[in-house]
């Protein structure tokens, strides 16, 4: 077993043309507030995903975007390994000011952010991967992506953003299609893996990998080293952990790391 806890330099990679010292990330949902960011890269992170996060405060879910810009601005750049932030509506928010909603969060995380992920709710407010909210959907979109346009162009600076899909909530084809349109930069892929379910989840990634043309974050019931291997083999180009880390604890980061490297290894003794 690898004694050293941070991803090893052998799976160091760059994505999105952000550098990433490994593929295995923390989803978002776990660190809500970024305050444990500072401890995520020696566990052996390549990068981690903080929120999602609100405009105004909600119980149990965010502290707000300002809150939650206090606590990044202390992290001095360059971050030690890459750190989005995804961004959201507040659940009583009407349709007419979600894209608001999302501007502001992306007007207020981008200087902090390597990367800025749209979540398109749903569970407990409304829901963009639903038809009836297709129109305000590409709104949301294509006002997002004319802000990281402005940003470049008056402050230089390129934010990669990727829109969270939820494949659990169905459209999912239409909803990619939406996001190709608008020429996003990646998209996290969401399933729920339960078991016995994992070669219905790795079909489908494989058929969105050949067809999408960007790269994929996959994310949902990845627990074990293979499912970080199956995954990246299906076509993923990273991966994000949230259910693996409650179940098996920060160990669990050196498991899979160790399983990657050892794999990168074999592959190039095999070339040999």
């Known amino acids: 077993m690898v004694l050293a806890s941070e991803a090893p330099t052998a799976l160091r990679l760059t994505v999105m043309g952000l550098s990433f010292p490994g593929p295995v990330g923390l989803a978002a949902g776990f660190d809500k507030h970024g305050t444990l960011y500072p401890s995520l890269p020696p566990l052996g992170f390549g990068f981690a995903e903080i929120g999602s996060v609100t405009p105004l405060p909600e119980l149990r879910r965010s502290h707000g975007l300002d809150a939650v810009a206090a606590i990044l601005s202390r992290y001095p750049r360059p971050h030690?390994?890459?750190?989005?932030?995804?961004?959201?509506?507040?659940?009583?928010?009407?349709?007419?000011?979600?894209?608001?909603?999302?501007?502001?969060?992306?007007?207020?995380?981008?200087?902090?952010?390597?990367?800025?992920?749209?979540?398109?709710?749903?569970?407990?407010?409304?829901?963009?991967?639903?038809?009836?909210?297709?129109?305000?959907?590409?709104?949301?979109?294509?006002?997002?992506?004319?802000?990281?346009?402005?940003?470049?162009?008056?402050?230089?600076?390129?934010?990669?953003?990727?829109?969270?899909?939820?494949?659990?909530?169905?459209?999912?084809?239409?909803?990619?299609?939406?996001?190709?349109?608008?020429?996003?930069?990646?998209?996290?892929?969401?399933?729920?893996?339960?078991?016995?379910?994992?070669?219905?989840?790795?079909?489908?990634?494989?058929?969105?990998?050949?067809?999408?043309?960007?790269?994929?974050?996959?994310?949902?019931?990845?627990?074990?080293?293979?499912?970080?291997?199956?995954?990246l083999a299906a076509g993923a180009a990273l991966v994000q952990i949230y259910s693996g880390l409650v179940q098996s604890g920060p160990l669990s980061l050196q498991r899979m790391n160790y399983h990657l490297v050892t794999g990168v290894r074999q592959e190039r003794m095999d070339c040999r």
């Open 80 to 231: 030690p390994i890459p750190l989005g932030v995804s961004i959201s509506m507040n659940r009583k928010t009407p349709s007419g000011g979600m894209v608001e909603d999302y501007l502001a969060c992306l007007r207020g995380s981008w200087k902090y952010a390597d990367y800025i992920t749209l979540n398109l709710g749903g569970r407990l407010g409304p829901d963009l991967h639903l038809p009836e909210y297709r129109d305000t959907l590409r709104g949301v979109l294509a006002a997002a992506k004319n802000e990281q346009a402005r940003i470049l162009r008056e402050h230089g600076l390129h934010r990669p953003m990727v829109v969270k899909v939820d494949q659990t909530r169905g459209y999912t084809n239409a909803l990619l299609d939406c996001v190709r349109e608008c020429s996003f930069d990646g998209v996290i892929l969401g399933s729920d893996a339960r078991k016995g379910e994992e070669s219905v989840v790795l079909a489908s990634l494989e058929r969105v990998a050949r067809t999408l043309g960007m790269p994929i974050i996959s994310v949902g019931g990845i627990r074990t080293p293979q499912d970080v291997s199956d995954r």
